[in-house]
Nanobody
Framework: QVQLVESGGGLVQPGGSLRLSCAASGSSVGIAAMGWYRQAPGKQREWVASISSSGGSTNYADSVKGRFTISRDNAKNTVHLQMNSLKSEDTAVYYC?????????WGQGTQVTVSS
């Protein structure tokens, strides 16, 4: 069984930065692709970024490209999302996910609010 725990969310002013972390536990987390989704109030869940099992390949939604950076530390079974130049439209609950061999696992989510 895989468990994912996000942290690092909070309230930040427009133009500010936050760093989200996702700690994974369970079998085979080090060989699984991982990433982030987000869901704003009243909207569908939106894919944000993903990273390959080795960390050598990353992908981003157009809406965050150039502002967000995803990285991972397989020694610590942790994935990070560095978010810079935050905008009000980035306000959402951010969810970490892991693509397991037979299932996709999700964290409980962490709230990010961008507001002055």
């Amino acid at each position: 069984q895989v468990q994912l725990v996000e942290s690092g969310g909070g309230l930040v002013q427009p133009g500010g930065s936050l760093r989200l972390s996702c700690a994974a536990s369970g079998s085979s987390v080090g060989i699984a692709a991982m990433g982030w989704y987000r869901q704003a109030p009243g909207k569908q869940r939106e894919w944000v970024a993903s990273i390959s099992s080795s960390g050598g390949s990353t992908n981003y939604a157009d809406s965050v490209k150039g502002r967000f950076t995803i990285s991972r530390d397989n020694a610590k079974n942790t994935v990070h999302l560095q978010m810079n130049s935050l905008k009000s439209e980035d306000t959402a609950v951010y969810y970490c996910y892991l693509n397991g061999r037979v299932s996709t696992y999700w964290g409980q989510g962490t709230q990010v609010t961008v507001s002055s």
